[in-house]
């Protein structure tokens, strides 16, 4: 019995309990077209915009800058934990500005970009805010204390992007600068960087969504020479080099930052599994845009001149020629709110978001 003592006070020296038991305020957002919520549409230097029927005809039944028919994976989650939708940060900025509201929400802040990616010259030319520009807003929120530094300790923080810098390096037209394998390297780079930043500005719950196959949007038939048979396998290889860099990262951050937490969400098998049994999901075609037109419907953007729209927006994988539909992202949110370790790890958003202990060995 002495022995057995013994060796439970050796264990119980070594271990410390990190526990995270606050129910989560707020959400903090990064990254592109997956995750904006119109701050797009306060840029008004920005052509990529979806601030124009039918975009978000099946939720909000309005246009919202939401590049769906409705919800995303943000607002799906924010509706789990029971807190209210994030505003972009560019419109609560102008409230702020003009004395329309006197303080930033305490519900979070969404700085996701459409069209931006990890790359700082990736859609500059489209007006875009970068990753980075997305991190300097924050970064400047925090050090004119316009948010709560205790707010920002007990967020969650989303990051996704990604897709529109591998998208396009398969549109050069000339022999792109960087190989498949160094431009990879180069964007995990710039991710590795804001983790970095995202910690050093008091964010200890991180999550990282991978990206899904890329390769398999409908926007793919506007590439030279990729296939609308079946997906771009080439880009498909890069997409997921990149996703197994992010894991990586994630991987790294509890020894890198002690006290801080990332999960690590598998989009990509996610939406591998509603296209290998679609009906199963809800799904009757998980290869056409719902809204569009041409080739997929990947042509042209829905709400263009000449667009063709769906009778069912949710019974399709994609809304539009780059874009989940609403159906998609509930299922996604879903998957990663409450999902197993095949799906997000080490932990699931719901855990993530109320009580979590971490045992971290010295």
């Known amino acids: 019995m002495e022995r057995l003592a013994l060796t439970f006070f050796f264990f119980s020296s070594l271990l410390i309990s990190v526990s995270f038991s606050l129910h989560v305020p707020a959400i903090i957002t990064f990254g592109d077209?997956?995750?904006?919520?119109?701050?797009?549409?306060?840029?008004?230097?920005?052509t990529a915009q979806a601030d124009f029927p039918p975009y978000g005809s099946s939720f909000f039944h309005h246009p919202t800058g939401r590049f769906t028919n409705g919800r995303t994976v943000a607002d799906f989650i924010s509706q789990f934990i029971g807190i209210e939708l994030q505003k972009p940060y560019l419109e609560a900025r102008i409230a702020v500005?003009?004395?329309?509201?006197?303080?930033?929400?305490?519900?979070?802040?969404?700085?996701?970009?459409?069209?931006?990616?990890?790359?700082?010259?990736?859609?500059?030319?489209?007006?875009?805010?970068?990753?980075?520009?997305?991190?300097?807003q924050f970064q400047a929120l925090v050090k004119q204390s316009q948010i709560d530094k205790n707010l920002v300790q007990q967020s969650?923080?989303?990051?996704?992007?990604?897709?529109?810098?591998?998208?396009?390096?398969?549109?050069?037209?000339?022999?792109?600068?960087?190989?498949p394998d160094a431009y990879v390297q180069a964007m995990l780079a710039e991710v590795a960087k804001l983790i970095d930043q995202l910690h050093s500005l008091g964010a200890r719950r991180i999550a990282v969504f991978s990206l899904g196959p890329v390769g398999c949007v409908p926007a793919r038939a506007l590439l030279p020479g990729a296939p609308v048979d079946r997906?771009?396998?080439?880009?498909n290889v890069m997409v997921k080099n990149y996703n197994k860099g992010l894991e990586s990262l994630v991987q790294n951050v509890p020894t890198k930052y002690p006290g801080a937490v990332a999960v690590f969400g598998g989009v990509y098998d996610l939406v591998q599994r509603f296209r290998a049994n679609p009906t199963r999901y809800g799904f009757s075609d998980v290869s056409s845009a719902c809204c569009g037109d041409g080739t997929l419907r990947g042509l042209v953007q829905c709400g263009k001149e000449?667009?063709?729209?769906?009778e069912n927006p949710n019974a399709f994988l994609f809304w539009d020629y780059f874009h989940p539909s609403e159906h998609a992202y509930k299922l996604i949110s879903?998957?990663?709110?409450?999902?197993?370790?095949?799906?997000?790890?080490?932990?699931?958003?719901?855990?993530?978001?109320?009580?979590?202990?971490?045992?971290?060995?010295?």
């Not at 995750?35 to 549409?41: C, E, K, P, S, T």
């Not at 997906?231 to 880009?235: I, P, S, V």
């Not at 095949?342 to 010295?362: D, G, Q």
Request: proline share 3%.
């Open 33 to 46: 077209s997956i995750f904006d919520a119109g701050n797009n549409h306060f840029n008004k230097n920005c």
């Open 334 to 362: 879903k998957a990663l709110w409450h999902g197993k370790d095949s799906v997000i790890r080490p932990v699931n958003l719901k855990t993530l978001s109320n009580n979590i202990s971490l045992i971290t060995i010295h």
């Open 231 to 235: 997906c771009y396998g080439k880009m």
């Open 306 to 310: 000449g667009y063709k729209i769906c």
């Open 97 to 136: 500005i003009n004395g329309s509201r006197k303080d930033y929400p305490a519900n979070g802040i969404n700085f996701a970009s459409a069209g931006s990616g990890v790359l700082m010259e990736t859609n500059k030319d489209w007006g875009v805010i970068p990753i980075q520009d997305q991190l300097q």
């Open 156 to 179: 969650l923080f989303f990051f996704e992007s990604g897709s529109n810098d591998i998208f396009n390096h398969f549109l050069q037209f000339d022999t792109p600068a960087l190989a």
